[in-house]
Structure formats: structure tokens, C-alpha cells
């Protein structure tokens, strides 16, 4: 059944999107999308013009569809589910796992194995899916955080965008450092050549990544690295970019060798804070490395 909001207007001279933003769970985007599809009435008649301007006292009626089912197929795929309730889902995902379906990889993906295993979705952009919060590569493991419905997505990517969402990762980067800490600030963009990889470009985003040294090992440095802003591939670009890719990167340092075996690439999503959506808690969420991991430490240890 069709979800009907409606509101009485009480601020005028805002931008239709924008009212509707502030006054219900749904992205702009969202917004936009269901008024071209005739969803808002204003005063009775359809609008389909997000940029005109409230007036005191209008109505609007806004009609959101039945969220859909999609075409992914759920899959039994085991997860780690660190944490779950009617708003969220925390997932310590593997290395190897593709996060969304996509050319080449169009199943065993995270997202097949939520929707076999969540079954209390309420939809996001009206569509019966988990909501992404935010993205891990492929060889990347660790804490990823799923919105069960249009209200947290929202408010979490807000976390996101404005830097209250704090993620620290576990890596092991080549090469000993000379300081103990630091902060890398370089522009990423897409690779001028190369457009599978990320680069250090001026015409890139700006980007900040903080680092410490949590261990010295032999031909390695075991580190804390916490993301300030969340570019594709931002670890591997800048550690790379200062002279100390991460081990086990085939992408950007395949060549790189410290006289052992290193399996994978060793970048883990260690911890993350943000607050909850629904209840305005601050959470805490801590994913122990993998037993692959903890192995490739020791080894560099003992090395």
C-alpha cells in the first residue's frame, strides 16, 4: 500500500525539494525522482517543479509507492553480522567479497548474501534493497554499515558527509617510517591513463588520511589509519604516494616484496563511530582481523 504524507505549510519561500527534505526521511534525489512521477500534489494539483518556492499555508500531498522488490537474488551466504535492529546492520565483511552487484560481478556479492539474510528491509529509494552507507574495496575487509530504510540511510550519509562518522583501519604499509605519526593532505582523482586505478591529481577532491605507527616490523610498519574523507582507493593512493604502499596491493605496488608470503592485501576497516539514526546514541563498532591477517603479522614478526 502507498505511503501518504501530508503537510501543512508553515515557512514560505523554500524551495520545494528542499521543504520536503527537511520535513520527511527522504534524500533530495528521492524527492526530485518521486515528483517527476506526479507523487506531490500541491493545493490539489500535481507539481512536478522542485525549485517553486513554499507558500504559507499550502498543502502538499505527497504519495510514495510500495517499496519494490528488485532483481538481485537473495543468496545463503554466510555473514558476519556484528550487529542488527530495525534501523541498521554492521557486517564484518571479508576480503574477497564484492560489496554490489556489477558487470563481472553479478552475484555472491554482500548485497545477495543481506538479502537473504535481512528480512525486515523497508526499502531504500523505493526499491526492497539495503542501503550502502559506505563502500569497501574487494580485497578490503572489515566493518561495513547497511540502512534498512530511507530514514537511516539518510541520516547516516549525513554522518558521512560531514566527518561525524569516524573509521580507523588496521594496514601494514612497506618500508619503516621515520615519524610516528602524520597526516597525508593530496587531491585523488581518477587515473589520467589507467581507469581502473585512483591518483594523486590537482583536479582530484581533496583528501586527508591520518596515520600512526602502531608497530614496527621487519621491511613493514603495522598502522592505525584514520580517514578524514572518504575517497575511492584513498589508503592505497596516499600510502603509496609517500613512498609506503600497503602490502599485498596487486593494483598499486604488485612488485613490492618483503621476504614473505603475503596473501592479501592488508587493509582491514578496524573500527568505526557514528551516531544511531533513530536513537541519537553514539555507537562503537570494533571488527577483529582475520585469521589470514593476524597469520601475515606474525610472519612479518618472525621474518
Not at 599485498?248 to 576497516?269: E, F, Q
Request: glycine share 6%; charged share 25%; net charge neutral.
Amino acid at each position: 500500500m502507498d505511503n501518504i504524507i501530508e503537510l501543512a505549510v508553515e515557512e514560505a519561500d523554500v524551495r520545494l525539494d528542499t521543504y520536503l527534505r527537511q520535513h520527511t526521511s527522504f534524500s533530495r534525489s528521492r524527492i526530485t525522482a518521486l515528483m517527476l512521477e506526479g507523487a506531490l500534489s500541491v493545493n490539489g494539483e500535481v507539481e512536478t517543479k522542485a525549485a517553486r518556492k513554499t507558500e504559507a499555508g499550502m498543502c502538499l500531498r505527497l504519495t510514495v509507492p510500495e517499496a519494490k522488490a528488485v532483481e538481485i537474488v537473495p543468496q545463503n551466504i554466510p555473514l558476519d553480522i556484528l550487529y542488527q535492529d530495525s534501523d541498521i546492520v554492521i557486517v564484518n565483511k571479508p576480503c574477497g567479497m564484492v560489496v554490489h552487484p556489477a558487470v563481472g560481478n553479478e552475484d555472491r556479492t554482500l548485497v545477495n548474501a543481506l538479502m537473504y539474510h535481512i528480512h525486515d528491509l523497508s526499502g531504500i529509494g523505493g526499491e526492497m534493497r539495503p542501503g550502502i552507507v559506505h563502500r569497501l574495496d574487494k580485497d578490503t575487509s572489515g566493518l561495513i554499515l547497511i540502512a534498512k530504510n530511507d530514514r537511516a540511510h539518510v541520516a547516516l550519509s549525513e554522518q558521512f558527509k560531514d566527518r561525524s562518522m569516524e573509521k580507523h583501519y588496521r594496514a601494514v604499509a612497506f618500508g619503516s617510517f621515520s615519524e610516528e605519526k602524520g597526516l597525508i593532505e593530496a587531491p585523488i582523482g581518477r587515473h589520467p591513463t589507467n581507469r581502473k586505478k585512483m591518483a594523486i591529481v590537482q583536479s582530484g577532491k581533496p583528501s586527508s588520511t591520518e596515520w600512526h605507527v602502531l608497530e614496527r616490523l621487519r621491511g613493514a610498519t603495522y598502522l592505525d589509519v584514520h580517514l578524514l574523507t572518504g575517497r575511492t582507493h584513498q589508503i592505497r593512493v596516499h600510502m603509496q604516494s609517500i613512498g609506503h604502499p600497503l602490502l599485498g596491493d596487486t593494483i598499486y605496488a604488485p612488485n613490492i616484496k618483503v621476504g614473505v608470503h603475503v596473501p592479501r592485501l592488508m587493509l582491514h576497516a578496524y573500527s568505526m563511530a557514528f551516531t544511531h539514526p533513530a536513537t541519537g546514541e553514539r555507537l562503537t563498532f570494533e571488527a577483529p582481523l582475520s585469521d589470514q591477517f593476524e597469520q601475515t603479522l606474525q610472519k612479518l614478526r618472525n621474518n
